[in-house]
């Protein structure tokens, strides 16, 4: 499995953006796929997850209600929706694929890592 973020960008505080991450290979459906992000001087953070049916969705704490994760099996894809935009969230995105979604987001378990998007808040 490969995967391949896009979508990151410069956006002022209360902004939105929408994260793509594009998979490659035959086994995307047996994947969660897994969003982290890692700010500079700071460790690599888990920010939300979805199951491979999609069924199943977790947010650490910080983003929920503004961050929204989902997958298009058809596609291949996942997207995480961030809206209400904080200086906070500036970190460089990544996707990852684990056999479960479930908390808390651990890095160490997840695999197929992307090679990341900048996501930039600031006015």
């Known amino acids: 499995l490969q995967l391949v973020e896009s979508g990151g960008g410069l956006v002022q505080p209360g902004g939105s953006l929408t994260l793509s991450c594009a998979s490659s290979?035959?086994?995307?459906?047996?994947?969660?796929i897994g969003w982290f992000r890692q700010a500079p001087g700071r460790e690599r953070e888990g920010v939300s997850c979805v199951s491979a049916n999609g069924r199943t969705t977790n947010y650490v704490d910080s983003v929920k209600g503004r961050f929204t994760i989902s997958r298009d099996s058809a596609k291949e894809m996942v997207y995480l929706q961030m809206n209400n935009l904080k200086l906070e969230d500036t970190a460089v995105y990544y996707c990852?694929?684990?056999?479960?979604?479930?908390?808390?987001?651990?890095?160490?378990?997840?695999?197929?890592w992307g090679q990341g998007t900048q996501v930039t808040v600031s006015s």
């Open positions: 990852a694929a684990d056999a479960l979604c479930r908390l808390p987001l651990t890095d160490t378990v997840y695999d197929s």
């Open positions: 290979g035959p086994s995307f459906d047996y994947h969660s």
